[in-house]
């Protein structure tokens, strides 16, 4: 049985079962109210389809084992996963703009623009991972040598 203690968990276990459809519905359509292990109280938004709810139940119950009550309310919803990834980039956006070495080459360079903020931590998972050796695509681990 998985034992999700933070709703962060419950995003990444959907997206770790690749289930995208529902991914999106969650990160677009669902404001937390309340988290507890094996309980969700949400807001939806308008765009969220009005079998959320069921079908997120429905979905983590099947991957973790555990009956799981999820319910909806009216009020009090956080704002969504993808909201708060958006005002996160918006923010590290604002933030590198009252930067001087940023200043100056938007300064120099009429027109530029801000595309990709790369953390040092994204950094140093992108090096990590392109640092992994590279396996032999004709390599068979059954094969006798």
């Known amino acids: 049985m998985v034992h999700l203690a933070r709703f962060e968990q419950v995003v ?6 690749r289930d995208m459809k529902l991914l999106v519905e969650v990160e677009t ?3 937390l109210v309340h988290y507890a292990p094996g ?7 308008d765009a969220a389809p009005t079998d959320l709810a069921a079908r997120l139940a429905q979905r983590l119950q099947a991957w973790t084992g555990a009956r799981w009550g999820v319910s909806v309310v009216n009020s009090g919803g956080a704002e969504t996963v993808a ?10 956006a604002a933030e590198a703009m ?7 080459v938007i300064a120099a360079f009429p027109g530029a623009r801000i595309s990709a903020i790369r953390t040092p931590e994204a950094l ?15 390599w068979d681990p059954f094969e006798d040598d």
């Open 29 to 31: 359509g669902l404001r």
């Open 12 to 17: 990444d276990l959907i997206r770790e079962k």
């Open 83 to 92: 909201e708060s990834r958006d005002n996160d980039r918006l923010t590290a």
């Open 124 to 138: 140093a998972q992108a090096a990590a991972i392109a640092a992994l050796p590279e396996v032999d695509e004709d």
């Open 39 to 45: 309980r969700i109280e949400f807001q939806p938004t």
């Open 98 to 104: 009252q930067s001087p070495l940023v200043q100056a």
